[in-house]
């Protein structure tokens, strides 16, 4: 157990150094100049993306998929969740048995989130047509993590394999499109800063700066 907790540190470490490398490959690509005048607030356009934005109601995507979206939702809680487990086993501590039993609903509603998107994204044809072998792969390395970091939870034999999994995980999370992770509030921001300034968000509260 001390040699697979090394492991996951390393494994951490590594990914974390790998994905703040490729954040900085991309930021050297710098912004494109905006030469029109501003008609809103940048800053309140990337208030919007991060916030009020992301509900349902403001994505027609989401709103229009209202069963996926809860499900993306609970899949990154109990993803959070997995991690939560996975850092305190690593630092050999142990929770408190109302947070575990907590931690173990979210990690059994995020398990079933998973499975059901991976089901909807092999049932339907577009769906597969979209997909590549990168989204499946992620899907189910975060399916077996969460199974694992819900059965360690309950017995301390699956410890062994959820280390396992968990250092497969964290080398996978900067090669693969887990590493939305970071691009995601990236491109949030950008996207919220470019149209606040048009004038665009938030929607019908644009501004002259």
């Known amino acids: 157990m001390n040699l697979l907790r090394w492991a996951v540190l390393t494994a951490g470490v590594i990914s974390l150094a790998v994905l703040i490398l490729r954040a900085r490959w991309a930021a050297a690509f710098g912004r494109p100049e905006s030469y029109a005048p501003a008609r809103g607030s940048a800053r309140r356009g990337i208030i919007y993306a991060l916030g009020r934005g992301l509900l349902p109601w403001e994505k027609e995507s989401a709103r229009l998929h209202l069963a996926t979206y809860v499900a993306g939702i609970l899949y990154h809680a109990g993803l959070f969740g997995a991690f939560a487990?996975?850092?305190?086993?690593?630092?050999?501590?142990?929770?408190?048995?109302?947070?575990?039993?907590?931690?173990?609903?979210?990690?059994?509603?995020?398990?079933?989130?998973?499975?059901?998107?991976?089901?909807?994204?092999?049932?339907?044809?577009?769906?597969?047509?979209?997909?590549?072998?990168?989204?499946?792969?992620?899907?189910?390395?975060?399916?077996?993590?969460?199974?694992?970091?819900?059965?360690?939870?309950?017995?301390?034999?699956?410890?062994?394999?959820?280390?396992?999994?968990?250092?497969?995980?964290?080398?996978?999370?900067?090669?693969?499109?887990?590493?939305?992770c970071l691009f995601f509030f990236r491109s949030r921001i950008g996207f919220g800063r470019l149209l606040g300034r048009r004038g665009v968000l938030p929607p019908g509260r644009a501004s002259a700066s």
């Open 85 to 180: 487990i996975l850092s305190a086993q690593a630092a050999d501590i142990a929770m408190p048995r109302p947070v575990a039993f907590l931690l173990r609903i979210d990690l059994a509603l995020g398990l079933f989130s998973g499975i059901g998107l991976l089901i909807k994204r092999a049932a339907r044809s577009l769906s597969r047509f979209l997909s590549r072998c990168d989204d499946y792969a992620a899907n189910l390395i975060v399916d077996l993590f969460l199974a694992f970091a819900l059965a360690a939870s309950l017995d301390a034999r699956a410890e062994v394999p959820f280390m396992a999994i968990s250092v497969i995980l964290l080398i996978y999370i900067p090669l693969g499109k887990i590493r939305h």
